[in-house]
């Protein structure tokens, strides 16, 4: 069954230092995103993707934050200079796209990377 | 604005018996309602939706829910828990499949030999 995986698992890094998670959608997908649960919180909504764009993103997606589909496959969030506060569990997603209102269908999710500052 | 109300944190049962994970909504247009699992260390798998069909939707693993527009609630139930279920479930919301998912906070089940 074709899924969404996301790379590394678990990635430590310094304060300051920038991280890129990795993530590859399933393949006939065109919707992506990327959610992050901070331990004891809710799963909050970062950002969503379509058609090489960002299409939405909440508040928490600031100036540090970025997103990239640099080839066909992988779909990237940057970290420019993490915060001790950006730990968290970060999820990616992505859901099919249908019909002439491109509505978008259920999400799928990874695994998730568990990112912690230090 | 969407929103999801999970109304225990915790809930424990026998294995065996029934399970009710209850789940309140507040959207302003007709929604997409979604039982999300995550077990230890997996991703988030999706158990069941209800996008305006049936109001009784049957999801994986004998689970399924009812959307009672009403009560404003989705709550979901399993005739007989199983040990492979203890897991957290999230209750998501989504202003008519198009916004982006608002997540509750989550129930923690446990089965109990």
């Known amino acids: 069954e074709p899924e969404v995986t996301q790379t590394p698992s678990h990635q430590v890094t310094q304060m300051g230092q920038e991280v890129i998670l990795r993530c590859v959608p399933i393949s006939n997908h065109l919707y992506f995103y990327w959610y992050r649960q901070i331990l004891g919180q809710k799963v909050e909504f970062l950002v969503s993707?379509?058609?090489?764009?960002?299409?939405?993103k909440s508040e928490i997606f600031d100036d540090q934050f970025s997103v990239e589909r640099p080839d066909g496959s992988n779909f990237t969030l940057k970290i420019r200079s993490t915060k001790l506060e950006d730990s968290a569990m970060y999820f990616c997603a992505s859901s099919e796209v249908r019909g002439v209102g491109a509505t978008k269908t259920e999400a799928f999710f990874g695994q998730g990377t568990r990112l912690t500052v230090v | 604005a969407q929103s999801v109300t999970q109304l225990d944190s915790h809930v424990s049962v026998s294995e065996g018996t029934p399970v009710l994970l209850r789940c309140n909504y507040s959207?302003?247009?007709?929604?997409?309602l979604f039982w999300y699992v995550q077990h230890p260390n997996k991703g988030l798998q999706l158990l069941l939706k209800?996008?305006?069909?049936?109001?009784l939707v049957k999801g994986i693993n004998g689970f399924e829910a009812e959307f009672k527009k009403s009560e404003t609630s989705f709550h979901l139930t399993k005739p007989s828990a199983h040990m492979s279920d203890a897991a957290e479930y999230f209750c998501v919301v989504s202003d008519q499949g198009n916004t982006p998912l608002v997540f509750g906070k989550g129930t923690r089940l446990s089965v109990i030999a």
């Open positions: 959207s302003s247009y007709s929604p997409s």
């Open positions: 993707f379509y058609n090489n764009e960002i299409s939405e």
């Open positions: 209800y996008t305006s069909a049936a109001t």
